[in-house]
């Protein structure tokens, strides 16, 4: 504390801030949120409204130029879409000898970093047709990728994609064949599948597109820059837990653990509600509600009634009903029933954040173009408090 005192009293501006939860690290006008009244617009729309309104090619618009498109700007951005969906031959064959059993996260961020490599004419960031190049394959090409992916994963030959398909119709297809984005329960998927896009489409500072701005602050290009937020994704308390919960829902379920015994358990701090909690949200997050309704809506749609989804209601009903949750401004996040629509879609669970990676890449590049084009950003490049040994001198050299 002394050292600390003094570090301060040195230079009056280091401030220590575990997790940043009160740094805020640059201005935006991407997205704004309201955590304590549960408020998330983007560019100024409330999520509802989008979520009912609009597609996920236009909330692409959106976020990353700023404005909803014109119907002809929609079919423009669209059609560049098909248009660049494709991947190289050679990156295909990378693809092809990736290990099979490496998780699709790993994979899908090496195969995002080396876009860079296959495509070295969109990496200067001085020249904005580069840029949007970059935009442009990144948006296009990351289904087509992590589709591939998913279909080396379970030994099945990639599907290419179709021109004449939309940009969900097309990842559906390129993933399960042309079954999922057909008939009455294909195009409830499609629906289903592009409302979650737009849900998780951008969230301001969080721990993914912090790092894109951080990777990106030091003129890094975009596609490294992405790759960096694919990997912030990746993780358990990220992205990572709409896989998480639905492994803890299915530990449950196969240990037949009672759920206020797992409950003791979270509390005693043996193990954490995953899909629960939020760094900004204290009192709800608006896109768990739109989703608690969309996996209502997909799920009753099933012969039989699903297991984990009723599993996820009585937990959540249980947890709210605890002083201990709500004491701490506890609720469900996001992730708390994405898995299990997922999982009735039929992703395998190791999918699941890959597709809030698909969702989230519109975020991330509105984040990187924004801060690039801000004359006043500067490398990020944080202060530590030092808490190691003072001078010593190397042994036998006294
Ligand atoms: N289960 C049990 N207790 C929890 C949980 C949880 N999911 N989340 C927070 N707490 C408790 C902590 O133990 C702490 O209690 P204490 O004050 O008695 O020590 C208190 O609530 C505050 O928690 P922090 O970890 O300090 O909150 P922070 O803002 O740092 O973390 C996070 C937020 C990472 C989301 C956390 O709530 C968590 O781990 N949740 C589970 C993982 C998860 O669902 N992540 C997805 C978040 S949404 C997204 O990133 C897309």
Redesign the pocket.
Known sequence: AIEVKSLLAKTGKVALDP?F?NTASCSSAITYIDGDAGILRYRGYPIQELATGSSFIEVCHLLIYGELPGPGELKELADKLRQNAGIPDEMRTMLDALPREGHPMTLLGSAVNLLAAYYPDSVDLSDPDQVELATIRLLAKLPTIAAHIYRNSIGEQPVDPDPSLGYVENFLHMTFGKEKGEGELGSLFVKAMDLLLILHAD?EQ??STATVRVVGSSEADIYGSVSGGIHALFG????G?NQ??LEMLEEIRSSGTDLDTFLER??A?ET????????VYKNF?PRSKEIKGLASQILDNQERPDELFELALQLEAKALADPY?TE?K?YP????YTGVIYRAMGFPTTMFTVL?AIGRLPGWIAHWREQAADQTSRIARPRQLYTGPGQRSYPGRA
């Not at 358990?236 to 992205?239: S, V």
């Not at 954490?272 to 760094?279: K, T």
């Not at 996040?333 to 708390?336: L, P, R, T």
């Open positions: 997790g939860v969230h969080n721990c358990p308390l990220h992205g837990a998480a919960v979270v509390k701090r954490r509600l995953m899909g629960f909690g939020h760094r997050d949750f701490r506890l996040n996001v992730d708390f809030f």
